[in-house]
């Protein structure tokens, strides 16, 4: 299977006049695909290079257990004497004037761990990195920056990318040849006549010591075209006037139609396999209709009502899809399938974060019973063991590979979750074993295409794909439909008790990323509002699993003197600091932990939090933000994030946060800046509105403005307005709340239009380009919908 895809939509720029190091050998071609891979174009106690001599030849030892990753940690035996990504490490490159091979992967990535066993622990394979080049191995999710701009290279010349990320590097650390997965030398894959990875090594070697200049030229060539393409955000129109703008609704018609033209109509998604859930795009298409009128009218209303149909087709299948772990909780990293039948089985926080909100916003508009229990399941998941820590933070991700069973210790893709027919009959009674059979697909000879399993980990194994709707399954079999759904609930809860006593569950990634916390927090909050009348006691959960994360990133990964973050938590708080999209998406989930609970302790740490993201990434000359702060040594292009992948774009999700604070506190200059960083992204936003779906929230609050909802004190119009906000999908909209129990007393002194208000009386206010209306109980109604928002 072709697990090492990066699901990015960036536009590739075209390739640099850079040397291919292959030729003249064939490219490489990674299994299953057709793209080229050949790129054309804190101190430690001991000193690790003691025995560096005055030539380029230096004594090197693995250095991976000084990492607190458990990524890193994995390769701490293998022969490859891995140095970590250190000031020392780089400077050694320097002395010796070797080039680095930097590989860059994470925990659960099925082909970093094929690649470790086929390569890093091969002898020969650690002799020639070990001899000829600086290794350094790195996590992902830990130095997202460095993995963006060798992505970003690999992407550029090769049209494609993933992980691992493999990239030789010049002694200043300009990108020279890249790739994804290589064979090993003794690999089946690398039987066929295609390019290893010990020919790769024993070329690049070669070309460096008799073509040294050609090599740097090349990387010189290569940095300077990625420089060109970081210019993301940086390209205004200078032949408009001051204060106008290019960006007009029209854009969302446009975005609809970029997604159109590549929509599924069989299966939902977004073109063919690989398939990825695009939780950011869903999320937009999802949303066409929830705003105003004047939006409606723009897009057109047989388009916002196809451009939900889109998106609630795609998160059915999913939901019923290999994708989902219909035994146990939560979605699987993407789908190998066009039809979501066949995950690729890692589980990451990050896309499970992003589909809490995701099936919320789709059970809220629907009412679907098959979104409700997916809301439920991916948020039990992220509040219970694995994923949640005892330290309230919430886990990384599991692995994608597991052992079979207790007694077997080589592991396979997707043991943990793949069953046999002879399973489902020795666990299940003959009846549950007939009907679960039938209803999840399980088939004698297994049901996963020979095509897809390269590894061939999967012959005669079933992944679980939902086939009927209950009510078609009791007419099929002739039973009532309660009895199905108790059958099948029944043999759910039996496959999932024999499945933790019998199996090693997969490895845990317990990193704690602030990043992907923000995104946890605000989907439980939202989740836990929305769901507090309808199921009190799961409301409540959530809630507390919301609050337990943010306190534990406020605990762990704040420093509260600088008010600065910290990217990684595991074995106490990790060197790195706290990127741009730390801090964007941990304000974004304060603010919904704020509308969930009306604390204002949680409005007061986003505040802080984005007064220091301004400070530290924000471009005073072309607005929005960078992704690295300006004083960053050891990367060689400053980038902005503008346009949506796996994870929102950073200034997307910054762009919303500054209009809902600016509304929040009555701050005219987070309004400003959110209007600014929408207008950064003016030019590729117009080019290309498809790919930055998650900004066009904003270019709707740029045109249209914030609608805020003010309820002070008690009363029945004060609680009917609240239920209403809790249970609707409002994009810009802000809701904050004065007495009726609420912690206010800081709002009050940050926001200047409350402070005179004392909470005890009963008032609901909806406030819209500064002005302010008054509200009653048989207006509070039709409050969200477009018609009361036009």
């Not at 759910?492 to 490895?507: C, F, G, H, T, V």
């Not at 941990?586 to 919904?592: I, P, T």
Request: aromatic share 8%.
């Amino acid at each position: 299977m072709t697990h090492h895809f990066r699901d990015s939509n960036r536009t590739n720029i075209s390739s640099a006049n850079a040397v291919n190091v292959l030729a003249p050998q064939a490219a490489v071609r990674t299994p299953g695909l057709g793209t080229p891979r050949a790129a054309v174009g804190g101190s430690q106690e001991r000193n690790p290079f003691a025995t560096m001599a005055t030539d380029r030849h230096v004594s090197l030892t693995n250095r991976c257990g000084e990492s607190k990753s458990p990524y890193v940690r994995s390769h701490a035996d293998n022969p490859t004497a891995w140095q970590l990504w250190s000031p020392e490490t780089l400077e050694l490159a320097k002395q010796t004037n070797r080039l680095l091979f930097v590989s860059i992967g994470y925990s659960a990535c099925h082909w970093c761990h094929v690649m470790a066993h086929e390569s890093f622990d091969d002898p020969r394979i650690a002799q020639l990195l070990n001899e000829h080049f600086i290794p350094i191995k790195i996590d992902r999710e830990e130095r997202p920056d460095i993995d963006r701009q060798y992505m970003d290279f690999l992407q550029a010349t090769s049209g494609g990318g993933g992980w691992p990320l493999n990239v030789f590097v010049t002694p200043e650390l300009e990108p020279i040849f890249g790739g994804t997965y290589w064979p090993g030398p003794k690999s089946e894959r690398a039987q066929g006549g295609g390019t290893n990875f010990e020919q790769i090594l024993m070329k690049v070697a070669k070309m460096w010591k008799e073509q040294e200049q050609r090599i740097r030229d090349s990387g010189k060539q290569i940095t300077a075209q990625l420089k060109e393409f970081a210019q993301e955000g940086t390209l205004a129109d200078e032949e408009r006037s001051d204060g106008e703008d290019g960006l007009e609704l029209d854009l969302l018609e446009e975005a609809y139609q970029h997604y159109n033209g590549r929509f599924d109509n069989k299966y939902g998604g977004f073109g063919g396999a690989p398939k990825f859930p695009t939780p950011v795009h869903l999320k937009a298409l999802l949303r066409f209709g929830a705003h105003n009128q004047a939006v409606r009218d723009t897009v057109g209303d047989d388009e916002v009502a196809h451009a939900q149909h889109m998106a609630v087709k795609t998160l059915e299948y999913m939901a019923k899809g290999g994708i989902k772990d219909q035994i146990g909780h939560g979605f699987a990293r993407y789908s190998v399938t066009r039809d979501w039948s066949l995950p690729h089985f890692e589980k990451m926080l990050y896309d499970n974060a992003q589909l809490l909100p995701l099936y919320l916003d789709a059970y809220l508009l629907t009412k679907s019973e098959l979104f409700l229990e997916t809301v439920h399941d991916v948020a039990t998941y992220m509040t219970t063991k694995p994923m949640q820590s005892e330290l309230g933070g919430i886990n990384a991700s599991e692995d994608a590979d597991s052992a079979p069973s207790a007694i077997d210790h080589h592991k396979r893709e997707g043991a943990y979750y793949v069953w046999t027919l002879d399973e489902f009959k020795e666990v299940l009674t003959e009846e549950e074993a007939k009907l679960c059979a039938k209803y999840w697909n399980v088939q004698p000879d297994g049901n996963v295409d020979r095509r897809f399993d390269h590894q061939g980990e999967l012959v005669g194994k079933n992944t679980l794909c939902v086939q009927y709707e209950p009510a078609k399954l009791a007419k099929e079999v002739s039973m009532s439909e309660a009895d199905v759904k108790r059958i099948i609930q029944d043999g759910r809860q039996k496959l999932l008790a024999y499945r933790e006593k019998s199996r090693p569950p997969p490895s845990l990634d317990d990193k704690i990323v602030t990043a992907w916390n923000g995104l946890a927090v605000g989907g439980l909050a939202r989740a836990s509002a929305a769901l507090s009348s309808s199921a009190p006691d799961q409301s409540r959960a959530y809630l507390e699993g919301a609050e337990k994360a943010a306190d534990c990133i406020k605990q762990h990964l704040f420093d509260e003197q600088s008010a600065t973050l910290r990217r990684v938590y595991r074995e106490g708080p990790g060197e790195t600091q706290g990127f741009a999209d730390d801090y964007a998406f941990l304000v974004s989930g304060l603010l919904d932990l704020y509308e969930a609970t009306f604390d204002s302790k949680w409005l007061e740490f986003a505040d802080r939090l984005q007064q220091t993201q301004i400070k530290l990434f924000w471009d005073e000359h072309n607005h929005a933000f960078f992704s690295t702060p300006a004083n960053q040594a050891d990367i060689l292009v400053r980038t902005k994030d503008g346009m949506d992948n796996a994870e929102p774009s950073t200034n997307g999700v910054s762009a919303q946060n500054l209009f809902r604070l600016g509304s929040l506190l009555n701050d005219e200059k987070y309004e400003s800046m959110g209007k600014q960083t929408v207008k950064a992204f003016e030019v590729e936003i117009g080019q290309h509105p498809g790919l930055f779906s998650g900004i066009l929230s904003s270019v709707v609050a740029l045109k249209l403005g914030m609608k805020g909802l003010m309820v002070v004190g008690e009363g029945e119009a004060a609680e009917a307005a609240l239920k209403k906000a809790r249970e609707s999908v409002r994009p810009n909209y802000t809701v904050l709340r004065v007495g009726g129990g609420a912690n206010s007393d800081w709002i009050k002194s940050r926001n200047e239009l409350l402070k005179d208000l004392d909470g005890s009386r009963q008032m609901v206010q909806l406030c819209e380009g500064g002005v302010c209306r008054l509200l009653e109980l048989k207006d509070v109604e039709g409050l969200f919908s477009t018609e009361a928002a036009s």
